[in-house]
């Protein structure tokens, strides 16, 4: 059974959505509030399916629904934020990229047999975003 909590210190924010403190081992991820809920409830599917096979991201708690926007509650993983470290010690900007590039590979490197793959996903999304007309010496593309 989930515990209402209320979000605590927003500790970041993105372009789909902002992340609080919930508790003391929780943080929420709190969508802007014109995300689609349906998005919301696959992110949390897809780093739950991830999660369980053994993929380097935190453990999601449940769905909820705060001041009519979506959010995903997920542990709080204590530690420094890769890109606020890239930009506060630059010289050290090489080692971390190389382990953010690790971190990526590792992640990209797995197969999980429920989830779809990125590439077919963005592939759909294009398809169905986009419309190309080809008209001798031009290209047009309709977004």
Not at 17 to 44: N, S
Not at 91 to 116: D, G, I, Q, Y
């Amino acid at each position: 059974m989930a515990i209402h909590r209320s979000k605590g210190k927003m500790i970041s924010r993105g372009r789909t959505a902002e992340i609080f403190l919930w508790g003391d081992d929780r943080v929420l991820k709190l969508f802007l509030k014109d995300f689609p809920a349906a998005e919301a409830t696959y992110e949390a599917w897809v780093t739950r399916t991830a999660y369980d096979a053994g993929l380097p991201v935190p453990a999601v708690d449940e769905v909820v629904s705060v001041e009519g926007r979506q959010g995903i509650v997920f542990e709080y993983i204590n530690g420094p934020i890769l890109t606020t470290a890239m930009i506060a010690r630059p010289w050290k900007f090489p080692e971390f990229a190389r382990s953010m590039a690790e971190l990526h590979a590792k992640v990209h490197s797995c197969e999980v047999p429920n989830l779809p793959s990125r590439k077919e996903e963005l592939h759909s999304k294009i398809q169905g975003q986009v419309s190309i007309t080809v008209i001798p010496n031009r290209l047009y593309l309709e977004l």
